[in-house]
């Protein structure tokens, strides 16, 4: 450890020295003091490279909670991505069936499986008030031909 603080100690008396010796105006002057403050730096972070070397400091790696953390962000998307399909698919339904839009509930189910390929797996359609009248086949068939999708549909 003296080493250390010897080797601190004579370089930046060797920069303050420099600092002294060389004209404060002169053009030189600036980068002299850059270099030799960029020497007393690395003199000064010598400790910090021993440590590295000697494997006392170990980079963090990939642990289980990183991992956890990933996928529950993932999740969090799709859930939000669900919530928006799903008013989507309600809004579209309401306005292609003419149907108030208060009378129809949709509920989208994304397949998450391959996360660079989100699919719709199945819409589920609740109809209440004057929108039990609809069509069911029709109603299918639109959803299918539309979200190519597994539909259900229930009544309220």
């Not at 002294?20 to 490279?49: E, N, Q, R």
């Not at 009378?103 to 397949?111: G, H, K, P, R």
């Amino acid at each position: 450890m003296s080493a250390y603080m010897t080797a601190v100690i004579v370089c930046a008396s060797v920069t303050a020295l420099a600092g002294i010796v060389m004209p404060s105006d002169g053009a030189s002057s600036k980068y002299i003091k850059y270099i030799s403050g960029l020497v007393t730096l690395c003199v000064m972070a010598t400790p910090l490279f021993e440590l590295f070397d000697r494997g006392k400091i170990e980079l963090p790696e990939l642990s289980v909670e990183t991992e956890q953390y990933e996928f529950d962000i993932r999740e969090n998307i799709i859930k939000r991505v669900e919530a928006s399909i799903s008013a989507s698919v309600a809004d579209d339904i309401s306005a292609v069936f003419n149907l108030e839009r208060s009378s129809v509930d949709a509920s989208a189910t994304l397949d998450s499986s391959d996360f660079d390929d989100v699919k719709i797996a199945s819409v589920t359609v609740t109809l209440r008030g004057g929108a039990v009248w609809t069509d069911a086949e029709s109603l299918t068939e639109y959803i299918i031909g539309t979200y190519d999708c597994e539909v259900n549909i229930s009544y309220e």
